[in-house]
Nanobody, 123 residues
Framework: QVQLVESGGGLVQAGDSLRLSCAAS????????MGWFRQAPGKEREFVAA????????FYADSVKGRFTISRDNAKNTVYLQMNSLKPEDTAVYYC????????????????WGQGTQVTVSS
């Protein structure tokens, strides 16, 4: 069982930066692929980024590549999402999720989810 708690969301202006954190409970955190997804009002949840248990393997949606960076600290059971050069279209609720197996870009493969944190980017 893994419990996930996100933090770090907020209201920022276009071009600003934010760092989201996701604290996980559970002894096998380092065995999970950790992902970030987001959901904007009226839209489906979409993949943002993921980091496999083997540090160094990261994946990004094309829309955030070069602006967002996912990282994880297995010793602290925490995964981060550094978001730079934010755009209004990045506005969404951001969710952290844990995946024991399966393709990292598909939400159905994730076993555990956090409650989400709101990110709002004003123009």
């Amino acid at each position: 069982q893994v419990q996930l708690v996100e933090s770090g969301g907020g209201l920022v202006q276009a071009g600003d930066s934010l760092r989201l954190s996701c604290a996980a409970s559970g002894r096998t955190f380092n065995m999970y692929t950790m992902g970030w997804f987001r959901q904007a009002p009226g839209k489906e949840r979409e993949f943002v980024a993921a980091s496999t248990w083997s540090i160094g393997n990261t994946f990004y949606a094309d829309s955030v590549k070069g602006r967002f960076t996912i990282s994880r600290d297995n010793a602290k059971n925490t995964v981060y999402l550094q978001m730079n050069s934010l755009k209004p279209e990045d506005t969404a609720v951001y969710y952290c999720a844990a995946n024991l197996g399966g393709a990292v870009r598909y939400s159905n493969n994730y076993n555990y989810w956090g409650q989400g944190t709101q990110v709002t980017v004003s123009s």
